[in-house]
């Protein structure tokens, strides 16, 4: 984990703040506090924390009104939120009251009291799935569409472009030396189409899912992907949409579209689509 990862702690008790801060710092994360909801977005937004513990905070309400701030917010949607709620004696003072929690949108939601190391726990756990970069290599042999694909990537903090290649012999050159997590593949290329590449990377490192860009339409897009072993496939027509979702479901070691999980179990070996 990152030493840099900035947690951002969320609560009006001092005895809780002094403990979990505690327990944070011992793991190398930088601790930003915040005991009221108005401070909490304030510092939220300078200092864009990799993960939030939203604990209890006075009036009653306020806690909820920051989670919902958070979730509708573009910056700190995606950001990993850890709710701890009142102890049930406390809870008309500044708990969060039914209606409010049946909107509730965090990775997890906890009541106190509870073991500082318990937070810790969830907190490490989500972060080493946020902060976990996809490798990405970009296989295409017009430089334009490379260009286009990488700054695209660029703008994502889970996604990091590892490497470029021309052809389908480079991506296989790529792959055995740069080890990414996906490979982006177009299919038509010269000295080694996208295809044949694709076979090759998925029998010799099956730790790289490739996930193909095409022209053909739907069925023909699944039928050669099965074939050659490849975890997913986008229309380039489609691939403004698309291509972030698929990268991230491929490079989770699922199957994009989730329609092509079916047709892979279900479509026998060697089925000509034709006859």
Not at 86 to 105: H, T
Not at 109 to 120: D, I, M, W
Not at 209 to 216: A, D, H, P, R, S
Request: hydrophobic share 40%; net charge negative; with cysteine.
């Amino acid at each position: 984990m990152e030493r840099n990862t900035k947690i951002l702690l969320v609560d009006d008790e001092s005895e809780f703040i002094a403990d979990m801060q505690a327990k944070l710092l011992a793991k190398g994360w930088q601790v930003l506090t915040a005991d009221n909801r108005l401070q909490a977005e304030e510092v939220a937004r300078r200092e864009k924390p990799d993960l939030i513990i939203l604990g209890t905070i006075v009036p009653r309400g306020d806690a909820f009104r920051l989670h919902q701030w958070l979730k509708q917010s573009p910056s700190f949607r995606e950001v990993p939120l850890i709710v701890v709620d009142a102890p049930e004696e406390k809870r008309l003072i500044k708990g969060w009251r039914m209606d409010e929690g049946l909107k509730l949108e965090a990775e997890q939601y906890l009541t106190k009291p509870v073991e500082s190391a318990s937070v810790v726990g969830w907190a490490e756990r989500f972060l080493d799935k946020t902060l976990r970069k996809i490798k990405v290599l970009v296989v295409d042999d017009h430089a334009v569409v490379r260009e286009g694909i990488c700054a695209l990537l660029s703008l994502q903090k889970d996604l990091e472009v590892v490497g470029e290649a021309v052809d389908g012999r480079d991506a296989i050159d790529k792959v055995q030396r740069l080890t990414p997590n996906v490979a982006v593949m177009d299919i038509i290329m010269p000295v080694m189409s996208g295809l044949e590449a694709t076979k090759r990377i998925t029998e010799k490192y099956p730790e790289t899912k490739v996930l193909i860009l095409t022209q053909y339409d739907e069925e023909e897009n699944m039928f050669v992907a099965k074939q050659v072993g490849a975890y997913g496939f986008i229309a380039k027509s489609a691939a403004s949409s698309d291509l972030l979702t698929g990268i991230r479901t491929v490079g989770e070691g699922r199957y994009f579209p989730r329609s092509f999980a079916y047709v892979s179990a279900n479509w026998p070996e060697g089925l000509d689509k034709n006859k």
